[in-house]
């Protein structure tokens, strides 16, 4: 076991330094003396800009006003996800944060809808789901009751200037360099000191690896290991820009599918983010600059860039007395909008589980579980959207539709086609709702359902799946457009 951790050094800004900046400062700030080493010559990695609702629960803990973020961030609100073309060209279908109906504690709400269709009942299960529904039409409101679920899109660069500012008025100590050096205790392994370009040497009892991709302390140092996922989630690269934006603003992000991967657009106040993940084993980067340029909705407004990537986790994110948080513990690419939950969940856990007394190894052993099973059940859920597609039309998809996947996903898959039964492990960020969008509109079918609805007769179940959707239609109706609701409660700064 090490020292006592009285003094934390957190290496790297961006998106991930600053969330553990803000998070440790607004609960143990009064306990340990926090310095963030940051370079201005590394810029943030812009592919960050939609998340998911766990977001709204971090802001929440650490005292953060919704209304004064989306204003600093140009941020807006999202309800889901709009997937085109993944399951065959022209197809379109919204994976959104909701529920559907209410479940009774036997079986999931869509047993009912299942047992309908046995009836010949023809409304779509979309019709049932609050959230989607308001995507679908554009609209959104604060309500208490029924209370949309929901996540944002924003600026990240902006999110990290404004997660600043309340870190150093909380007492955080900003220095301005670039890590070059690592001193380490001879006896023990653990980090002692950084020593930065300027020469300067900034010593700590912890450290928290924010460095991005390259992994500066947990794997130049301390050589954690990475495991790679490339054989399931083939994209290796992505090219990025912003666009000029107008019109309606949708509530949601949208992921279009192309030759060879496939294309986000990030709807914010002032501007679009946009960018083509892509596998460089199919599509070369410069046919894939050019299938994103062929693709934009507005005038550009900055440079394509260019970013490779390695999907994949660090075989231990906590070594010694080091931490790896965001893309230094790992990457799972954007298509669910999982990296900044990635990041605030390891801040999350390491407050929770915070080395006051010292690193042991019980306690980097318990963080180092969490966190593997955190990005293992994310991994399986992005897996899903490539293996579950019907396309067969380039090389890349029909590789994507034949692999071996994992088995902790396969069976999934397998107990919904058998009974219709989803069955999240009850950590899993994605719950039942999201499993049940992305397998049914991929074309899984279930060949039986669970038959508790058939305790009421036809007329009873068909009733009572109309006035629901019909109080959702009314509902939706009434509420203001997702772009007055902007316009009035967070505009831009």
Known sequence: MSQQVKKVVIAGGGTSGWCMAVALSRQLGTLLDITLIESSEIG???VGEATIPTICAFHKMHGINEKEFLSATAGTIKLGISFENWTRINHRYIHSFGDFGKSPWIGDFYHYWLAAKTYGYQSELDDFCFELQAAKYHKFSIIEKPKLNYAYHFDASLYARYLRRISEKNG???????????????????????VLESGERIDGDFFIDCTGFRGVLIEQTLKAGYEDWGHWLRNDSAVALQTDFSGDIPPYTRAIAHEGGWQWKTPLQHRQGTGYVYSSAYISDENARKTLLDNLDGSVRSEPRLLKFKTGRRKKAWVKNCVAIGLSGGFVEPLESTSIHLIQIGVTRLLQLFPFGGCSDALTDHYNELLRTEYERVRDF????????????????????????????????????ESGVVSPYNSDIFRSANWLQVMLNQGIEPRNYHHFPH??????????LDKLKNSIARTVEKIPSHENFLKSYCPMR
Request: with cysteine; charged share 35%; proline share 3%.
């Open 172 to 194: 955080v100590k900003r220095i301005e360099g670039k890590v070059v050096d690592i001193k380490q205790d001879t006896d023990t392994g653990f980090i002692e000191t950084v």
């Open 44 to 46: 943030t990695v812009g």
């Open 382 to 417: 992005i897996v899903l959207h490539y293996k579950a597609t019907g396309r067969n039309d380039t090389p890349y998809w029909r590789d994507c539709r034949d692999m071996e996947i994992p088995d902790s996903l396969a069976s999934r898959m397998e107990l919904f086609r």
């Open 455 to 464: 305790v009421m007769d036809k007329d009873q179940i068909i009733n009572n």
